[in-house]
């Protein structure tokens, strides 16, 4: 209920999102989710901000830990959930500070012809000191 209350919906018994009770901390520990730094009145480490998200393919793709004193970035988590999922199916990748609608990077192991193909809006390369042209960008498929 305070949950909802503080997001400011209606305090309700069920929440739009799974949450898994861990009263006894035994998940918190083996998943290392607690923060060493940060202890509660009766010394014990306060529970982490912790962020898994896993792949369609059910494997871990992002591990992120906040300390307990700092709030998650939900934009950010958005971002890489938006990411992973073009990922995963499209064959590219995002580039650093990637935004949904930026162009994205052909991953490498892409033969050029196969990559004109899939991406018919073109392919254009970042033209860096070496001279050779694997930094590949197309609009986001």
């Known amino acids: 209920q305070d949950i909802n209350a503080y997001n400011g919906d209606q305090p309700t018994e069920k929440l739009p999102f799974p949450i898994i009770a861990d009263k006894n901390r035994e998940l918190a520990v083996k998943l290392g989710m ?25 494997k871990l793709k992002l591990s992120i830990l906040y300390p307990a004193t700092t709030g998650r970035n939900f934009d950010e988590i958005l971002r890489v959930v938006d ?10 990748a995002t580039p650093v500070d990637w935004k949904p609608g930026d162009s994205v990077m052909v991953v490498p192991t ?27 960008y197309t609009p986001q498929p």
């Open 34 to 58: 607690l923060d060493p730094d940060e202890l509660d009145k009766d010394g014990m480490p306060l529970t982490a901000r912790v962020v898994f998200v896993f792949g369609p393919d059910k």
């Open 83 to 92: 990411s992973l999922q073009l990922t995963a199916y499209k064959k590219v």
């Open 110 to 136: 892409l033969p050029d012809e196969e990559a004109k193909q899939l991406f018919p809006k073109g392919i254009f390369t970042k033209e860096l000191p070496s001279g050779k042209k694997y930094l590949r």
